[in-house]
T-cell receptor, first 113, second 113 residues
Framework: DAGVTQSPTHLIKTRGQQVTLRCSPKSGHDTVSWYQQALGQGPQFIFQYYEEEERQRGNFPDRFSGHQFPNYSSELNVNALLLGDSALYLC????????????FGQGTRLTVV | AQSVTQLGSHVSVSEGALVLLRCNYSSSVPPYLFWYVQYPNQGLQLLLKYTSAATLVKGINGFEAEFKKSETSFHLTKPSAHMSDAAEYFCAVRIQGAQKLVFGQGTRLTINP
């Protein structure tokens, strides 16, 4: 079992650009949540996808959007990047009906310059 | 709304000494509680979870935590610290039926030889 996989592991973008991060959930999981972890902070919930729909959203602007595909994988898109968007972006998967705990990927380190 | 407070952003203990990491939560409904560990440049790994069964929960790597409703606490302990325990530890709360995790700010554990 490959667990939760995220790509890329690192990337550098310029202010104003757009970025797409990808996540493949653990086998058997159908729910994907995204978190932003700024340096020295705990992860902050961005949003969650289940059945290809956004089910719950944290306190993040509309510049942050996402998508879930039929195979349960997910993308996080961030438009008009700001320096403050620099962070570790974590993807977590779980099984909605089984009410399991969340399994996290290794994260994508985004640096905005 | 749920919240988590981790007392002490940095804890330092000697190898072989007791580890105690403190976590207090706020929740209007019975919560699920979790401890995660994060090694440098890694994602989050689940140490243990409380889901309304036994109040003393045993996890991986010799860690355990006790749920005390009267104190709204879920402190993490390990009888004897090992050098490999050096990492960042996060306490998190989730309400039953929801998937969103709310994290504390984290506690960095340092082990002195």
């Amino acid at each position: 079992d490959a667990g939760v996989t995220q790509s890329p592991t690192h990337l550098i973008k310029t202010r104003g650009q757009q970025v797409t991060l990808r996540c493949s959930p653990k086998s058997g999981h159908d729910t994907v949540s995204w978190y932003q972890q700024a340096l020295g902070q705990g992860p902050q919930f961005i949003f969650q996808y289940y059945e290809e729909e956004e089910r719950q959203r944290g306190n993040f602007p509309d510049r942050f959007s996402g998508h879930q595909f039929p195979n349960y994988s997910s993308e996080l898109n961030v438009n008009a990047l700001l320096l403050g968007d620099s962070a570790l972006y974590l993807c977590a998967s779980s099984a909605m009906t089984a009410n399991t705990e969340a399994f996290f990927g290794q994260g994508t380190r985004l640096t905005v310059v | 709304a749920q919240s988590v407070t981790q007392l002490g952003s940095h804890v330092s203990v000697s190898e072989g000494a007791l580890v105690l990491l403190r976590c207090n939560y706020s929740s209007s409904v019975p919560p699920y509680l979790f401890w995660y560990v994060q090694y440098p440049n890694q994602g989050l790994q689940l140490l243990l979870k409380y889901t309304s069964a036994a109040t003393l929960v045993k996890g991986i790597n010799g860690f355990e935590a006790e749920f005390k409703k009267s104190e709204t606490s879920f402190h993490l302990t390990k009888p004897s610290a090992h050098m490999s325990d050096a990492a960042e530890y996060f306490c998190a709360v989730r309400i039953q039926g929801a998937q969103k995790l709310v994290f504390g700010q984290g506690t960095r554990l340092t082990i002195n030889p």
